[in-house]
């Protein structure tokens, strides 16, 4: 026995023991807290993460497709870029995102580093460049100061900015459950619906895609493996990246962490609610049609898995300098 096993009253390390022994047997995981974090780096992040000077009207952050107020999404079918652009595909949320293996739909960025710097760049989303991001940064006292305390001199770049903002990401996460809680061994933290719903999505063959902690989020998938998924979205999937005929659909699968906040569903966002995402799910990936108890079942267990969602100070951003160009909200 170790020295920290020691210290734990006997009758609490037994209930630890068979928790853990309880959830390891099961597909899915409890959600960790994060263990690992620069605090004055996330700190740093958070700001980039809030602050809309990052993009080239001015008026487009971060937080505006992935909202914290709202799962870390926008609600909306495709998210709206720089002058009122319509994007070519859902918003998937930021929460638990470090538990990707990949992110993007398509999987085109490997990191939340890389993930970060898309958006700044790209014309249908904030419409920067990083060279111009970079500018803003370095034109506001603020940041200059705070990087330098963050990073140890006064290099400013994309990708100490994205760096920042994937440090923030990464607190990110979403624990205890009311799944996680009954994974842990609380027998009472599900009811017999949502039960009855997890048994379903197992002996379904659900969790052949949706497992792990983030109950998703681990590998690619093609959409419509029974039937054909019909979209008018000009999403590729994966043949985006790879330019393969045989990659098209084929997308990275949602994790389904707190999915009831985050409608509507799929990369188009063509199902606005759970139980009709349940219902297609079944029908094209699984060749089911479940009945209308079993996908309310399904639809209570997953709304099981909303967990505690981050809080923190809304960021108040430095203020600009003389220097910091003025934002184009209205320019192509």
Same mark, same amino acid.
């Given at each position: %026995?170790? %020295?920290?096993?020691?210290?734990? *009253?006997?009758?609490? =390390?037994?209930?630890?023991?068979?928790?853990?022994?309880?959830?390891? +047997?099961?597909?899915?995981?409890?959600? +960790? *807290?994060?263990?690992?974090?620069?605090?004055?780096?996330?700190?740093?992040?958070?700001?980039?993460?809030?602050? *809309?000077?990052?993009?080239?009207?001015?008026?487009? /952050?971060?937080?505006?497709?992935?909202? =914290? /107020?709202?799962?870390?999404?926008?609600?909306?079918?495709?998210?709206?870029?720089?002058?009122?652009?319509?994007?070519?595909?859902?918003?998937? #949320?930021?929460?638990?995102?470090?538990?990707?293996?990949?992110?993007?739909?398509?999987?085109?960025?490997?990191?939340?580093?890389?993930?970060?710097?898309?958006?700044?760049?790209?014309?249908?989303?904030?419409?920067?460049?990083?060279?111009?991001?970079?500018?803003?940064?370095?034109?506001?006292?603020?940041?200059?100061?705070?990087?330098?305390? !963050?990073?140890? &001199?006064?290099?400013?770049?994309?990708?100490?900015?994205?760096?920042?903002?994937?440090?923030?990401?990464?607190?990110?996460?979403?624990?205890?459950?009311?799944?996680?809680?009954?994974?842990?061994?609380?027998?009472?933290?599900?009811?017999?619906?949502?039960?009855?719903?997890?048994?379903?999505?197992?002996?379904?063959?659900?969790?052949?895609?949706?497992?792990?902690?983030?109950?998703?989020?681990?590998?690619?998938?093609? %959409?419509? %493996?029974?039937?054909?998924?019909?979209?008018?979205?000009?999403?590729?999937?994966?043949?985006?990246?790879?330019?393969?005929?045989?990659?098209?659909?084929?997308?990275?699968?949602?994790?389904?962490?707190?999915?009831?906040?985050?409608?509507?569903?799929?990369?188009?966002?063509?199902?606005?609610?759970? #139980?009709?995402? !349940?219902?297609?799910?079944?029908? =094209?990936? =699984?060749?089911?049609?479940?009945?209308? +108890?079993?996908?309310?079942?399904?639809?209570?267990?997953?709304?099981?898995? #909303?967990?505690?969602?981050? #809080?923190?100070?809304?960021?108040?951003?430095?203020?600009?300098? &003389?220097?910091?160009?003025?934002?184009?909200?209205?320019?192509?």
């Amino acid at each position: %026995m170790t %020295m920290k096993q020691r210290l734990i *009253p006997a009758a609490a =390390l037994a209930a630890v023991l068979f928790a853990g022994a309880a959830w390891a +047997e099961e597909p899915i995981k409890p959600i +960790e *807290p994060v263990k690992e974090i620069n605090l004055a780096k996330a700190e740093l992040g958070k700001k980039l993460f809030f602050d *809309p000077r990052l993009s080239k009207s001015g008026f487009i /952050s971060c937080n505006s497709c992935h909202n =914290l /107020s709202m799962g870390g999404s926008d609600n909306l079918k495709t998210s709206i870029g720089h002058n009122w652009q319509k994007g070519p595909i859902n918003a998937p #949320t930021v929460l638990n995102s470090s538990l990707n293996f990949v992110q993007f739909w398509d999987g085109r960025a490997e990191t939340l580093k890389a993930q970060a710097g898309g958006p700044i760049a790209n014309p249908g989303e904030m419409a920067f460049t990083h060279e111009m991001a970079e500018g803003v940064v370095q034109s506001i006292p603020g940041y200059v100061t705070e990087f330098r305390l !963050v990073f140890g &001199d006064d290099k400013i770049d994309i990708e100490r900015i994205t760096a920042a903002i994937a440090e923030f990401e990464k607190t990110l996460v979403t624990p205890n459950s009311r799944f996680d809680k009954w994974l842990l061994g609380d027998a009472n933290a599900l009811t017999a619906q949502e039960l009855a719903g997890y048994k379903l999505f197992k002996e379904s063959g659900c969790v052949s895609c949706h497992y792990g902690a983030s109950v998703g989020g681990g590998t690619f998938h093609k %959409m419509g %493996m029974v039937e054909e998924y019909k979209s008018t979205s000009p999403a590729e999937g994966r043949k985006a990246v790879t330019g393969k005929d045989e990659d098209r659909l084929m997308f990275k699968v949602p994790n389904l962490r707190n999915v009831e906040l985050t409608y509507p569903y799929f990369h188009d966002g063509e199902a606005e609610t759970l #139980t009709e995402a !349940v219902d297609i799910m079944g029908r =094209l990936q =699984l060749g089911k049609k479940l009945t209308e +108890e079993q996908n309310a079942q399904i639809v209570a267990f997953l709304k099981s898995l #909303t967990g505690e969602q981050p #809080t923190f100070t809304l960021p108040i951003l430095p203020p600009s300098s &003389d220097k910091t160009p003025q934002p184009k909200p209205f320019e192509d």
